[in-house]
Nanobody, 119 residues
Framework: QVQLVESGGGLVQAGGSLRLSCAASGRIFKINDMGWYRQAPGKQRELVAGITSGGSTNYADSVKGRFTISRDNAKKMAYLQMNSLKPEDTAVYYC?????????????WGQGTQVTVSS
């Protein structure tokens, strides 16, 4: 069974920082693209940042210059460093991974971690 588990969310004041982590586990052969998404109340889930297996990254315009996505392929981990947080960054953040595993190829999601930024 493949699982993605996020951690690192919490409550922070505007201007503060948080670092989210995503751990992949199970019979995984290779993790391809990974990404962080977020969903605020009443809004659609949106891509925050993505990273390929080779390390190429892309960001939503709203977080460019403030957030940094990274990964450790050996540890099957992805990270999202979030700086200069704003109240509008408040959302549930989800980790996403496209991977090859024992049953084939698929896209998996974590359960989400809440990030709340107070003004």
């Amino acid at each position: 069974q493949v699982q993605l588990v996020e951690s690192g969310g919490g409550l922070v004041q505007a201007g503060g920082s948080l670092r989210l982590s995503c751990a992949a586990s199970g019979r995984i052969f290779k993790i391809n693209d990974m990404g962080w998404y977020r969903q605020a109340p009443g809004k659609q889930r949106e891509l925050v940042a993505g990273i390929t297996s080779g390390g190429s990254t892309n960001y939503a315009d709203s977080v460019k210059g403030r957030f940094t996505i990274s990964r450790d392929n050996a540890k099957k981990m992805a990270y999202l460093q979030m700086n200069s947080l704003k109240p509008e960054d408040t959302a549930v953040y989800y980790c996403n991974a496209e991977l090859n595993y024992y049953s084939g190829y698929g896209t998996f999601w974590g359960q989400g971690t809440q990030v709340t930024v107070s003004s």
